[in-house]
């Protein structure tokens, strides 16, 4: 069955420092991958996703993220951290088939001192 | 353009009282989702609606949980005879057509807190 792990649950970097946030998948084939984030008392917002091609991709607010498949990984960066992206960011991959629901992992939250 | 709206933003409900939650997705977006969002058991999908196809109820927790989507757009989202456990945050996502290219792209509301009591 599909499964991601996302292994941190809290980070806190400091304002203008780089992030790097982990995500591990499990998934038979080529998976499509997403992340999301979700600010206090929101809904949950794309950043960025992956379905094939170049395996870095870009992302809103000036994240990227990089598969890796040997890895099986789908980690989110960014160089320099504004303090508004404190928030909890949720790595997703769709289950593909006729429905395509997500499996979420558990969350990062992030927060950022000045 | 207007994103995924839903009703009400919170919702307190005594135990055992049935509650119903609104979606409005995205215009011209063909599919919608439910999710449930809780500290226990954090973001899992409950029902997927497509077009005019049979939903995918695979992941409604139990038979106090029902869906419908009226004329391809607007779903509702309704729990009979509520329990504690049923607290949680639900949210509702659509998302394109698939001859779109980006049918695999979901779009979230703000979600509807329901607190039973």
């Known amino acids: 069955a599909q499964s991601v792990t996302q292994p941190d649950i809290h980070i806190t970097v400091s304002e203008g420092a780089s992030l790097e946030l982990r995500c591990n998948y499990s998934y038979g084939a080529t998976p499509y991958l997403f992340w999301y984030v979700q600010s206090p008392g929101q809904g949950l917002q794309l950043l960025l996703k992956?379905?094939?091609?170049?395996?870095l991709v870009q992302g809103i607010k000036g994240f990227e993220a990089e598969f890796k498949r040997s890895q099986s990984s789908f980690n989110l960066r960014k160089p320099s951290v504004h303090w508004s992206d404190a928030a909890e960011y949720f790595c997703?991959?769709?289950?593909?088939?006729?429905?395509?629901?997500?499996?979420f992992g558990t969350g990062t939250l992030l927060a950022v001192q000045p | 353009g207007a994103g995924v709206s839903q009703s009400p933003s919170n919702k307190v409900t005594e135990k055992g009282k049935d509650v119903e939650l609104r979606c409005d997705p995205i215009?011209?977006?063909?599919?919608l989702y439910w999710y449930r969002q809780s500290l226990g058991q954090g973001l899992e999908f409950l029902i997927y609606f497509q077009g005019n196809s049979a939903p995918d109820k695979s992941g409604l927790p139990s038979d106090r949980f029902s869906a419908e989507r009226t004329g391809g757009s607007v779903s509702t989202l309704t729990i009979q005879r509520t329990q504690q456990e049923d607290s949680a945050v639900y949210l509702c996502?659509?998302?394109?057509?698939?001859?779109?290219?980006?049918?695999?792209?979901?779009?979230f509301g703000p979600g509807t807190r329901l607190t039973v009591t």
């Open positions: 996502a659509s998302s394109p057509p698939l001859a779109s290219g980006r049918g695999y792209e979901q779009y």
């Open positions: 997703a991959v769709g289950a593909g088939g006729a429905t395509n629901k997500l499996i």
């Open positions: 215009s011209g977006h063909t599919a």
């Open positions: 992956y379905f094939s091609g170049d395996t």
